[in-house]
Nanobody, 121 residues
Framework: QVQLVESGGGLVQPGGSLRLSCAVSGIRFSINSMGWYRQAPGKERELVAVIGYGGSTNYADSVKGRFTISRDNNKNTVYLRMNSLKPEDTAVYYC???????????????WGQGTQVTVSS
């Protein structure tokens, strides 16, 4: 069974940057698409970025141009670089194996503990 361990969150001021990491085990990482989701208090979990097994990427409009998803298949790790952070980016961030296609992605519903990102002055 897939295991996911997210890290790298923290408290950052508006305009700041963070890089999240997600270590993945239990699957053949290199042939799976991966996504980053986030869930803010009182809101549903939303998909913010996807990277295909071939390296293609897709982003939610709310993070396009500010966030960059990447992967290292040698380390079985997926990253999310977040720049120009805003208070509305505050959420718990999770990674997941994703299936589907642009506009219709879905998680395999296995989740790690997540990592808290708080953007506040």
């Amino acid at each position: 069974q897939v295991q996911l361990v997210e890290s790298g969150g923290g408290l950052v001021q508006p305009g700041g940057s963070l890089r999240l990491s997600c270590a993945v085990s239990g699957i053949r990482f290199s042939i799976n698409s991966m996504g980053w989701y986030r869930q803010a208090p009182g809101k549903e979990r939303e998909l913010v970025a996807v990277i295909g097994y071939g390296g293609s990427t897709n982003y939610a409009d709310s993070v396009k141009g500010r966030f960059t998803i990447s992967r290292d298949n040698n380390k079985n790790t997926v990253y999310l670089r977040m720049n120009s952070l805003k208070p509305e980016d505050t959420a718990v961030y999770y990674c997941s194996v994703v299936y589907g296609y642009t506009g219709n992605y879905y998680s395999d519903d296995n989740w790690g503990q997540g990592t808290q990102v708080t953007v506040s002055s």
